[in-house]
């Protein structure tokens, strides 16, 4: 095993582990995660840049004026110096960019998607002691402070914009059609931020097709999760097959079809069919 592979598995090994804590951190998980997509420093001591965006988010936390506030005291403070001062946010382009999903170098460019940006806000809120939390609103990630039920919102994807109710209502007719309903309100755990930051990565490698190698690693990462979609299995293996390493692909498309099978057993032959159209490949 070379050097390389062995720090990837190492890295995945933390990941895991991290992910299957009793208050997994949201901050490291996303750093390792950009750790597949930026590529080393030889010979630096923190070739991925993790130790130091810790530290930029310490550093960040650290501006925010000392004392306890409301919660819209925090939120204006928190615009104020992360999208005022340090001039974080978002714009179109910003979605057809990998890193832009990279918490190292969301934290460097100071742009990022809706999601990546929220991070930045909730960590660095976090460690300053203000009480914050992401919300997964359909379409586009905000971030909210104090007691869920007030609904002090802000977009950090605007620079750190108030968000008011009538707001997240347009936010998520706009994306989806469909009123805002109050459970899209509720705290986006860690874990389930993370998955949807990988399925953008996943969503940016699948407009990529020279770019499968992206969206291997941001299936695995997801497989890596305890609590993922199965589909993924499948996913994977269909992937492998498009990559060319058809017996690996093959493989686990049977092993998946085991896991179908008695629940949809037409579904499963038909998966077992591609795994051996898969092999077939090779003769």
């Given at each position: 095993?070379?050097?390389?592979?062995?720090?990837?598995?190492?890295?995945?090994?933390?990941?895991?582990?991290?992910?299957?804590?009793?208050?997994?951190?949201?901050?490291?998980?996303?750093?390792?995660l950009?750790?597949?997509?930026?590529?080393?420093?030889?010979?630096?001591?923190?070739?991925?840049?993790?130790?130091?965006?810790?530290?930029?988010?310490?550093?960040?936390?650290?501006?925010?004026?000392?004392?306890?506030?409301?919660?819209?005291?925090?939120?204006s403070?928190?615009?104020?110096?992360?999208?005022?001062?340090?001039?974080?946010?978002?714009?179109?382009?910003?979605?057809?960019?990998?890193?832009?999903?990279?918490?190292?170098?969301?934290?460097?460019?100071?742009?990022?998607?809706?999601?990546?940006?929220?991070?930045?806000?909730?960590?660095?809120?976090?460690?300053a002691?203000?009480?914050?939390?992401?919300?997964?609103?359909?379409?586009?990630?905000?971030?909210?402070?104090?007691?869920?039920?007030?609904?002090?919102?802000?977009?950090?994807?605007?620079g750190?914009?108030?968000?008011?109710?009538?707001?997240?209502?347009?936010?998520?007719?706009?994306?989806?059609?469909?009123?805002?309903?109050?459970?899209?309100?509720?705290?986006?755990?860690?874990?389930?931020?993370?998955?949807?930051?990988?399925?953008?990565?996943?969503?940016?490698?699948?407009?990529?097709?020279?770019?499968?190698?992206?969206a291997?690693?941001?299936?695995?990462?997801?497989?890596?999760?305890?609590?993922?979609?199965?589909?993924?299995?499948?996913?994977?293996?269909?992937?492998?097959?498009?990559?060319?390493?058809?017996?690996?692909?093959?493989?686990?498309?049977?092993?998946?079809?085991?896991?179908?099978?008695?629940?949809?057993?037409?579904?499963?032959?038909?998966i077992?069919?591609?795994?051996?159209?898969a092999?077939?490949?090779?003769?």
């Open positions: 095993m070379s050097s390389e592979d062995a720090g990837r598995d190492a890295r995945r090994k933390r990941f895991a582990e991290e992910a299957r804590a009793e208050r997994p951190d949201l901050a490291l998980l996303c750093l390792l950009g750790a597949e997509a930026s590529p080393p420093s030889p010979g630096d001591a923190d070739p991925y840049g993790v130790d130091a965006a810790q530290i930029e988010l310490d550093r960040l936390a650290g501006l925010l004026p000392y004392g306890a506030r409301g919660a819209r005291a925090w939120a403070a928190l615009a104020e110096l992360l999208g005022g001062r340090c001039g974080f946010g978002g714009s179109s382009p910003d979605y057809q960019r990998l890193e832009s999903s990279v918490l190292q170098q969301v934290l460097r460019r100071r742009r990022g998607l809706p999601i990546l940006l929220s991070v930045v806000w909730i960590e660095v809120a976090r460690r002691g203000a009480p914050v939390y992401g919300v997964a609103l359909p379409g586009h990630f905000v971030v909210g402070f104090g007691d869920p039920a007030e609904r002090v919102l802000a977009d950090p994807f605007a750190g914009a108030p968000l008011s109710g009538e707001d997240a209502e347009l936010m998520v007719t706009g994306a989806t059609g469909a009123p805002l309903e109050s459970s899209m309100l509720v705290p986006a755990r860690p874990l389930e931020t993370v998955l949807r930051i990988l399925n953008n990565v996943r969503a940016w490698a699948s407009a990529r097709p020279e770019r499968t190698d992206v291997l690693w941001a299936l695995e990462l997801s497989l890596l999760l305890p609590a993922h979609p199965a589909r993924l299995r499948y996913e994977r293996a269909q992937l492998l097959v498009q990559r060319g390493e058809f017996l690996r692909g093959a493989a686990e498309m049977d092993e998946y079809a085991e896991i179908v099978d008695g629940i949809e057993p037409t579904a499963a032959e038909a077992r069919h591609r795994a051996r159209a092999r077939a490949l090779l003769n």
